[in-house]
């Protein structure tokens, strides 16, 4: 039980009558990233403000590696680092002043600041903007200090709220770098649009849609859904679908709009040589072959839409 | 940590021009009025009046400085105040308050206390340039404390009311409207219904809890309506922030 972080239990939050957020319990442990998905307005930001005790929840409770948020919440908020979906900058301050006065209010004490203020800078590549006013930094650069003001104080569970919206290619691959490392030693939870993040960075991922949660699991599992046992053929001159399934390992055959043929099989007997083989010696004319992925868009749509027909 | 915020506040003040340009616009007007009291207190006292009806150098040049300072802080406080909670909700950035481990009422009185800091500038400023009538007389210094005490508890109590309708907007200009008008209000309701000594009107009116301070008495009943007033309103700010907290 020590090494669970963040332990959420029938999270409730209600909306004028209306159920933003309802009944979502999850547990954390230590060194995990956990990714949140779901469409817009499906309350992770809702479910996060309740984590960070920004919102009080209407039913249900929230502990941080065991201390209760709606009781105790100053130790609770000791233990966590937030950044919300608008970086929350003062922007008439240097980065430095603002970085000094986040570490000095989170709890840091007088002589560490200044080196808490320096590892947070080099952790997020703002040791040039320094001397800089926030108001005068673009975008990208502002969700960077939004992301140092999280870490300053070296929290247990670091919760960020679409971490990489603004950002450039090169910068958002620095933050994934960060967000890992981060998951070493901290537990981090982050929300965001972008599945390939997810499934770069995160150990566990949580999809929420209408304030449900439909999945929940490692990301292993999304990924085995996403693989599937598919292949992806191309033929010039295509066999009728009765042949094709003769081909030992082959379990249906599915023509898809695009002219290809979407082969299922038996989970690890992939049929990729015999089909070759008998596509050469019986001249198919294959020009394409290749494991077929349903995106992870698919899959997320597909979890989101079970919901809704539910 | 009431201060770690009080010392942010303090440093928002000052990180624009506008904290300095404060202090210097009204240091500027109170210096004059000092100036000019100074000046006519000698044309004044110089034998058209009977020894009998003569006021001391300190009542005379007091009266007509604090008599501007407590007008002037009626502008200036809303001005002041009317970005502690507003501002923080139109930008965003009261989440970096509730996510940081402080209580609603260490958030509430370090803004407080933040720009009371500010305004006992102010206040100092006009004590330190009253005392230095020393040099050339002998000032009344309980009249000099008496209307100093007052004034910084006038002015603390534009702060908590400035801070409460700071917190019910998310503009704010709205905010310091708001403010001028609530504390002109409180001012001037003691002069609409005038003649009843112990009518209500007079017992909430702000300037007739600060006259005595001004005429040099220390009243404790005075300093208790001061007080109370200040914990109302930081009350009832703290118990808005916290309704953001439950009802989103």
Known sequence: MTTLTVEANNLTRIYGGREAVSD?????????????????GAGKSTTMKMITGNLAPSKGSVKICGVDMIENPKEAKALIGYLPETPPLYREFTVDEFLAIAARLHGVSAKHIRAAVQRAKERCGLTEMSKRLIENLSKGYQQRVGIAQAIIHNPMVVILDEPTVGLDPIQIRDIRALIKELGGEHSVILSTHILPEVEMICDHVQIIDKGKLVFNGSIDVLKQQRHGNKLLLGLTNPPSHDVLLKVAGVES????????????????????????????????GLHQINPDQTSLEDVFVQLTYQDAAA | MILKVARKEL?????????????????????????????????????????????????????????????????????????????????????????APLSLTEIVLGKFIGLVAFLSILVAMIAVMLCTLNAWADIDFGYLFSNVLGLWLLVASFSALGLYFSSLTAQPVVAAIITFIALFGLLIVDRFLTG?????????????????????????????????????????TVRRLDADRLRG
């Open chain 2, 196 to 236: 009843d000594e112990a009518s209500v009107t007079n017992y909430l009116s702000l300037m007739h809890h600060f006259q005595p301070f001004a005429r040099g008495l220390i009243d404790t009943a005075d300093i208790t309506y001061f007080l109370l007033f200040i914990v109302t309103f930081l009350t009832l």
């Open chain 1, 253 to 284: 055959v599915e023509a898809l709009p695009n002219g290809l043929l979407r082969v299922r099989y038996a989970a690890g007997k992939v049929p990729a040589e015999a089909l070759v083989q008998a596509a050469v010696s019986k001249g198919w």
């Open chain 2, 11 to 99: 440093k928002s003040v000052f990180a624009s021009p506008m904290g300095w340009v404060i202090l210097a616009l009204l240091q500027f007007g109170f210096g004059t009025y000092f100036l000019n009291g100074v000046n006519e207190y000698f044309e004044v006292m110089s034998g058209a009046i009977r020894p009998a009806e003569r006021t001391g150098v300190t009542m005379f040049i007091g009266q007509s400085v604090f008599g501007l300072a407590s007008f002037v802080m009626l502008f200036s406080v809303p001005l002041l105040s009317m970005r502690l909670i507003s501002e923080e909700r139109r930008s965003n950035t009261l989440p970096f308050l509730f996510s």
């Open chain 1, 24 to 40: 979502v319990s999850f547990t954390l442990s230590k060194g995990e990233v956990l990714g949140f998905l779901g469409p817009n």
